[in-house]
């Protein structure tokens, strides 16, 4: 026994001098930029269909937003917006610009975007998928499971999804582009870690990233204002309020900062942190 305590002693002695560690100890943890990008304004929406319990007669300009993740050699984008003809007879649009020429803002071309994180298949974070030619599509497992099938059984069980882009994701699927999120706490990417969301759709998702600033959530539609967070009122659609208010909780414990939890459609992102220029703004 003595003869095996010193020849590991020794053999560590050896490692130590010899310069060699292990693989943990020499890959640092990847650090990343993080951007929320501005792609349009819907002026007027009822804040009462946001904010739980909220004044009907509130009503504000929201912001359309997707967020760009830079570094460790990846250009990695969260929810990619919309842009089918279908949606600007159903919404009035402001200041529209497809999500693909919105990461050019931030001095990114859509070919470059080297993953697309889907937090959930509402046609305003999930219709734009397909504008990333060179993108992995990453989404939860449940939620591609669902609304390519048993979604379309029932009606009424499918809102606010658009049968386009479901299209569009089981293609995506084929040519051996997607990349299944399987359930909660789920690194993806070095750095880049998935977290299962409160029942906004079927399983949504959130994302949390580490950034010089500390670990940065973007919470997208598990957290539509900072209202929602500041008074811990669970968000107006969703299909469980204790699951909505629990993702906020955590998200709390998550992020290094309140400060760093970014809402989906606060316009006030914009004005919190860094400006870029007058589409882009830099999280920290």
């Not at 957290?223 to 208010?245: C, F, G, R, W």
């Not at 906020?248 to 942190?273: C, Y």
């Amino acid at each position: 026994m003595m003869i095996k305590v010193r020849f590991v002693a020794l053999l560590l002695c050896f490692c130590s001098i010899c310069g060699f560690h292990s693989a943990t100890a020499d890959v640092p943890a990847p650090v990343y930029e993080v951007y929320a990008l501005r792609y349009a304004t819907l002026p007027g929406f009822p804040v009462s269909e946001l904010v739980q319990g909220a004044d009907p007669a509130r009503k504000l300009d929201i912001a359309m937003a997707v967020w760009l993740i830079k570094g460790n050699g990846r250009n990695i984008l969260v929810d990619s917006g919309f842009y089918r003809e279908q949606f600007f007879k159903e919404w009035t649009v402001k200041d529209f610009i497809r999500a693909s020429e919105a990461v050019t803002r931030a001095g990114v071309k859509p070919e470059e975007i080297t993953d697309v994180i889907i937090t959930h298949m509402h046609w305003d974070h999930a219709d734009g998928m397909d504008l990333f030619p060179n993108a992995r599509i990453w989404v939860q497992r449940d939620e591609y499971t669902y609304y390519t099938g048993e979604a379309w059984q029932k009606k009424e069980t499918h809102g606010g999804i658009e049968p386009d882009d479901v299209v569009a994701l089981v293609k995506l699927n084929m040519a051996g582009r997607v990349g299944l999120v399987e359930g909660d706490a789920r690194e993806i990417i070095p750095g880049v870690t998935c977290y299962t969301g409160g029942k906004h759709t079927f399983q949504s998702q959130y994302v949390g990233v580490k950034t010089k600033s500390g670990t940065v959530v973007l919470a997208s539609d598990n957290m539509y204002l900072y209202e929602n967070l500041d008074k811990h009122v669970p968000i107006a659609a969703t299909l469980d309020s204790a699951s909505n208010l629990r993702a906020q909780d955590r998200m709390k414990q998550i992020a290094s900062s309140p400060r760093l939890i970014v809402p989906g459609h606060d316009a006030a992102m914009f004005e919190r942190f860094t400006k870029v220029n007058d589409r882009v703004v830099k999280i920290e």
